[in-house]
Nanobody, 123 residues
C-alpha cells in the first residue's frame, strides 16, 4: 500500500507556470502506476497525465504541449510541470498511484489517492 502526498499548488495568472510534486510513501513500488487527475468544481474528474504500462506519457488533449509528467529519481515520486496555464486549468489536482485495471496500456483504476493540491489560474 502507498499513500500519495501532493504539493506545489497555488495561485497564478494566466500564462504562468507551476510544478506539482507527489511522493507516495509506503513499501510498494508503483512503477508506471502513477498519474495526475484533476477535478474542477461542478465538473467530472479528468485524467490529466500519466504513464502508460509501456512507459509512454499519456496526456489529456486539453493539456498537450503545456504539461509534462515526469518521475523523480527517488522511488514513487512524480512531478507535473504545468506551463502556459489557463483559467480552465483551475482545479484540485490529485496524485494517484497503484493500478488494478489496465486497458490499452492506460490505467483505468488507481487504487491510492492523495488529498489533492489546489491550482487556481486567474485571467
Amino acid at each position: 500500500q502507498v499513500q500519495p502526498v501532493e504539493s506545489g499548488g497555488g495561485s497564478v495568472q494566466a500564462g504562468g507556470s507551476l510544478r506539482l510534486s507527489c511522493e507516495a510513501s509506503g513499501s510498494a513500488y508503483t512503477g508506471n502506476s502513477m498519474g495526475w487527475v484533476r477535478q474542477a468544481p461542478g465538473k467530472a474528474r479528468e485524467a490529466v497525465a500519466s504513464f502508460g504500462l509501456d512507459s509512454t506519457r499519456i496526456y489529456a488533449d486539453s493539456v498537450k504541449g503545456r504539461f509534462t509528467i515526469s518521475k523523480g529519481s527517488a522511488k514513487n515520486t512524480l512531478y507535473l510541470q504545468m506551463n502556459d496555464l489557463r483559467p480552465e486549468d483551475t482545479a484540485m489536482y490529485y496524485c494517484a498511484a497503484g493500478c488494478d485495471h489496465w486497458l490499452a496500456m492506460r490505467c483505468m483504476n488507481y487504487l491510492y489517492w492523495g488529498r489533492g493540491t489546489q491550482v487556481i489560474v486567474s485571467s
